[in-house]
């Protein structure tokens, strides 16, 4: 808790909606962060893809986004 969370690739701080798109996405507790654009290249997707995503989990309700 209050730890800095960085991306494990370029080592970017994640804001809280990246760190929650990584326990949404990857795994509920993570032992790597990517950063939006890391995450994009990992999982082979568009960035544009991870917003479209974030606004999905968002409309849900879901507390781990802003
Ligand atoms: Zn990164």
Known sequence: MGKVTKCCVCERKLD???VGLNKKLLDKNPSRFFCID?????????VEDLY???SEFKDQGCTLFL
Do not use: E, F
Not at 38 to 46: E, G, H, I, K
């Open 16 to 18: 809280k909606n990246a």
């Open 52 to 54: 479209a995503k974030i």
């Open 38 to 46: 890391c995450l994009a290249a990992y999982l082979d997707v568009s």
